[in-house]
């Protein structure tokens, strides 16, 4: 919060004239459906980015309108259906850190769907900094959002921020970690199948390997996870060793993390390689395509390619074009529809919004490997 009150009521001025243009002139966010799900750029606006405005979009993340019926309802991917709002409700999405692709993808979602029904979109970046998540939601309570959706990776913080939200009767939302307020309050929960998540690319990257007829002497599995962001991540790393060990019990396992960097993935790979005898082969697991991409880099430029394997974590569209490559030693990437996840939250905010249907308790990610055989079934070329 501004310690300075001639300042906060400047601030808030300026945030309702932005909303009432109806644009989004903050050079850090994106528009919606620009197909840059590889960005990584500075990540969000900090204070407001307007996306409502009432456009319709009907490119293939939804977006075609039906007003056949009462109030109408927008479609949305995978035959969701996300009712016209009674009003454009303010709504702020907050995502955990703005430099990562997954969450640059959320954030599309969230974009198109509230450009698709007008709802006022504010998108707020946390950076992983427990400072900034409680600067953020200070200024939407100042702001009188209608809705919080929180997206923190950091459960700890999450009751502090539950209870700000609770007592100034705002309702909320949450994407990742469960946010319970110190009275009871629990938000409901967009809810990543983590543990799942890295088991199963994992267990699928060292069956091919096993398939290939590489032996668990062999074998060294290359864990890099993100543990710098707290509990989904670690819970997702542990899922991955699992995976690999449900195929191999006595793999020899080695565990790192990118930071978040896919420059640090690529040095820590090629420094680990380095040390890798010849005749090993190393299976690797990433948490997300960015960072697979450059463990393929240090792989290739160590010229190691023909004893290596990788799978991905967090599919975005950037990886289609590489498991589609002739002879890629990418064996996976978990899809979780990340842009569909604004659309399924945004059809419960709006109902509840418009005439209080209580919004589900859990509301389950979906999940899918997609392969270098699947890939053009779900993603055609």
Same mark, same amino acid.
């Given at each position: 919060?501004?310690?300075?009150l001639c300042?906060?009521?400047?601030l808030i001025l @300026? !945030?309702?004239?932005?909303?009432?243009?109806?644009?989004?002139?903050t050079?850090?966010? #994106?528009?919606a459906?620009t197909?840059?799900?590889?960005?990584?750029?500075?990540?969000?606006?900090?204070?407001g980015?307007?996306?409502g405005?009432?456009?319709?979009d009907t490119?293939?993340?939804?977006g075609?309108?039906?007003?056949s019926?009462?109030?109408?309802?927008?479609?949305?991917?995978g035959g969701i259906?996300?009712?016209?709002?009674?009003?454009p409700?303010?709504?702020v999405?907050?995502?955990?850190?703005g430099?990562?692709p997954v969450?640059?993808e959320i954030?599309?979602?969230?974009?198109?769907?509230?450009?698709?029904?007008?709802?006022?979109?504010?998108v707020?970046?946390?950076?992983l900094? #427990?400072?900034?998540?409680?600067s953020?939601v200070?200024? =939407?309570i100042? /702001?009188g959002?209608?809705f919080?959706?929180?997206?923190t990776?950091?459960?700890?913080?999450n009751p502090?921020?539950?209870?700000k939200? *609770?007592? /100034?009767?705002?309702? =909320?939302?949450?994407i990742?970690?469960a946010?319970?307020a110190?009275?009871g309050?629990?938000?409901?929960? !967009?809810?990543?199948?983590?543990?799942d998540?890295?088991?199963?690319?994992?267990a699928?990257?060292?069956q091919v390997?096993k398939d290939?007829?590489?032996?668990?002497?062999?074998?060294?599995?290359?864990?890099?996870?993100?543990?710098?962001?707290?509990?989904?991540?670690?819970?997702r790393?542990?899922?991955?060793?699992?995976? @690999?060990?449900?195929?191999?019990?006595?793999?020899d396992?080695?565990?790192?993390?990118?930071?978040?960097?896919?420059? *640090?993935?690529?040095q820590?790979? @090629?420094?680990?390689?380095?040390?890798l005898?010849?005749?090993?082969?190393?299976?690797?697991?990433?948490?997300?395509?960015?960072?697979? =991409?450059s463990?393929?880099? @240090?792989?290739?430029?160590?010229g190691?390619?023909?004893? =290596?394997?990788?799978?991905s974590?967090?599919?975005t569209?950037?990886? $289609?074009?590489?498991?589609?490559? #002739?002879g890629t030693?990418?064996?996976g990437?978990i899809?979780?529809?990340f842009? $569909?996840?604004?659309?399924?939250?945004?059809?419960?905010i709006?109902?509840?919004?418009n005439d209080?249907?209580?919004m589900? $308790?859990?509301?389950?990610a979906?999940?899918?490997?997609?392969?270098? /055989?699947?890939?053009?079934d779900?993603?055609p070329?």
């Open positions: 919060m501004k310690k300075i300042i906060a009521m400047t @300026a !945030l309702s004239l932005l909303a009432a243009c109806g644009g989004n002139d050079p850090d966010t #994106p528009p459906n197909g840059d799900s590889g960005n990584t750029g500075s990540g969000g606006s900090d204070a980015s307007s996306s405005g009432g456009q319709t490119g293939s993340s939804g075609q309108t039906d007003t019926s009462g109030g109408g309802f927008v479609d949305g991917p259906k996300v009712p016209m709002p009674n009003e409700y303010r709504v999405f907050t995502m955990f850190n430099l990562n969450a640059r954030e599309m979602g969230f974009i198109a769907v509230s450009e698709a029904t007008g709802i006022d979109l504010w707020m970046d946390n950076e900094d #427990p400072i900034k998540m409680n953020n200070d200024m =939407a100042t /702001a959002v209608d919080y959706v929180l997206y990776n950091d459960q700890e913080s502090q921020l539950m209870d939200l *609770v007592g /100034a009767g705002i309702p =909320a939302g949450t990742g970690t946010a319970i110190t009275t309050e629990e938000a409901p929960f !967009l809810q990543l199948p983590n543990y998540l890295g088991f199963l690319g994992a699928s990257a060292m390997a290939k007829g590489w032996t668990e002497d062999q074998i060294v599995f290359f864990s890099m996870g993100f543990l710098e962001a707290g509990g989904p991540f670690i819970t790393t542990q899922g991955a060793e699992a995976g @690999a060990r449900s195929i191999f019990p006595g793999v396992y080695h565990e790192t993390s990118s930071t978040g960097s896919a420059e *640090v993935a690529f820590r790979t @090629a420094d680990f390689l380095m040390t005898p010849a005749g090993k082969k190393l299976v690797g697991w990433t948490h997300s395509d960015d960072v697979t =991409a463990l393929l880099a @240090a792989i290739r430029q160590a190691r390619e023909d004893d =290596a394997l990788l799978v974590g967090g599919f569209a950037s990886m $289609a074009g590489m498991l589609r490559e #002739p030693i990418i064996v990437s899809d979780l529809s842009q $569909a996840w604004g659309w399924d939250m945004m059809q419960h709006i109902a509840y919004l209080g249907t209580p589900p $308790a859990i509301i389950p979906p999940m899918k490997l997609l392969t270098p /055989a699947n890939i053009n779900f993603y070329e």
